[in-house]
T-cell receptor, first 112, second 113 residues
Framework: DTAVSQTPKYLVTQMGNDKSIKCEQN?????MYWYKQDSKKFLKIMFS???????INETVPNRFSPKSPDKAHLNLHINSLELGDSAVYFC???????????FGPGTRLTVL | AQSVSQHNHHVILSEAASLELGCNYS??????LFWYVQYPGQHLQLLLK??????LVKGIKGFEAEFIKSKFSFNLRKPSVQWSDTAEYFC???????????FGAGTRLFVKA
């Protein structure tokens, strides 16, 4: 059973397009996150949700909009994609925001 | 400002060599400390964590880390590395009961067979 799953695994798209990445966790956790990992492997938090409420928004452009329909899902929608959005996006979850985070397999986004 | 600093960005070792990766943090209050590992092409997974108690914690695959409160450090160690330890290692720090965990920039370890 996959604990944290993301779809799609790879996403290749043109500049200006809109795309979504889905994340689901079956661990019963109350907190979910989106991270962006750039080509140098630097991991930067984008958003954190606790019980479907947005807790952290780390100065991410408005083009990025997370949505948490329930505690088990945190989706990421990106409008008007730019070249600089190319990265690997990781979803994660934890029970309580300061506990161990469980990461999904990542979505490699390439914007052409 | 809250920050996590990993001193070594790239480390190259031969098999059986000893490893120590440095991690220092700047964070107010009581902290939870983590080391995560990312093997090539894979997602991050927990190596070990410290919340309270014995400051020397043991994790998976023979890794251990020591929390030194006075030095704001949480260094990762392994007495004898293997080729399969080749990976990216991330130190992370969060406030106990808080909502934010900050990751260091990562250290890329390459172990020569």
């Amino acid at each position: 059973d996959t604990a944290v799953s993301q779809t799609p695994k790879y996403l290749v798209t043109q500049m200006g397009n809109d795309k979504s990445i889905k994340c689901e966790q079956n661990l019963g956790h109350d907190t979910m996150y989106w991270y962006k990992q750039d080509s140098k492997k630097f991991l930067k938090i984008m958003f954190s949700y606790n019980n479907k409420e947005l807790i952290i928004n780390e100065t991410v452009p408005n083009r990025f909009s997370p949505k948490s329909p329930d505690k088990a899902h945190l989706n990421l929608h990106i409008n008007s994609l730019e070249l600089g959005d190319s990265a690997v996006y990781f979803c994660a979850s934890s029970q309580g925001a300061s506990d161990t985070q469980y990461f999904g397999p990542g979505t490699r986004l390439t914007v052409l | 400002a809250q920050s996590v600093s990993q001193h070594n960005h790239h480390v190259i070792l031969s098999e059986a060599a000893s490893l120590e990766l440095g991690c220092n943090y700047s964070y107010g209050g009581t902290v939870n400390l983590f080391w995560y590992v990312q093997y090539p092409g894979q997602h991050l997974q927990l190596l070990l964590k410290y919340f309270s108690g014995d400051p020397l914690v043991k994790g998976i695959k023979g890794f251990e880390a020591e929390f030194i409160k006075s030095k704001f450090s949480f260094n990762l160690r392994k007495p004898s590395v293997q080729w399969s330890d080749t990976a990216e290692y991330f130190c992370a720090v969060g406030n106990t009961g808080g909502f934010k965990t900050i990751f260091g920039a990562g250290t890329r370890l390459f172990v020569k067979a």
